[in-house]
Nanobody
Framework: QVQLVESGGGLVQAGGSLRLSCAAS????????MGWFRQAPGKEREFVAG????????YYADSVKGRFTISRDNAKNTVYLQMNSLKPEDTAVYYC?????????????????WGQGTQVTISS
């Protein structure tokens, strides 16, 4: 099995920055693509960013393009999400997800492993 643990969430003012981390443990060799999703109260979980194992394929949701950056350090089994110019509408629980497929998927249902989530709150 694979365990994913997110960290780095918190409360910041609009315009601020946060860096989320997702550390993988267990059978990490079976994980290929990784993704970040978020879920705000009363809303469905939505794709934020995804990255292939090599980092050569990266996708972002339109709502975060130019503000968020996803990266990974395979030696540390860790994926990061650097979030800049944060807005109140970025407030959500952010989840890390791992996929055994090399393809970066946009649909949450296609990911095999999930972390417990970390709360990000942006004040106006």
């Amino acid at each position: 099995q694979v365990q994913l643990v997110e960290s780095g969430g918190g409360l910041v003012q609009a315009g601020g920055s946060l860096r989320l981390s997702c550390a993988a443990s267990g059978r990490t060799f079976i994980i290929d693509a990784m993704g970040w999703f978020r879920q705000a109260p009363g809303k469905e979980r939505e794709f934020v960013a995804g990255i292939s194992w090599s980092g050569s394929t990266i996708y972002y949701a339109d709502s975060v393009k130019g503000r968020f950056t996803i990266s990974r350090d395979n030696a540390k089994n860790t994926v990061y999400l650097q979030m800049n110019s944060l807005k109140p509408e970025d407030t959500a629980v952010y989840y890390c997800a791992g996929d055994r497929s090399r393809n970066v998927h946009f649909a949450a249902v296609l990911y095999d492993y999930w972390g417990q989530g970390t709360q990000v709150t942006i004040s106006s």
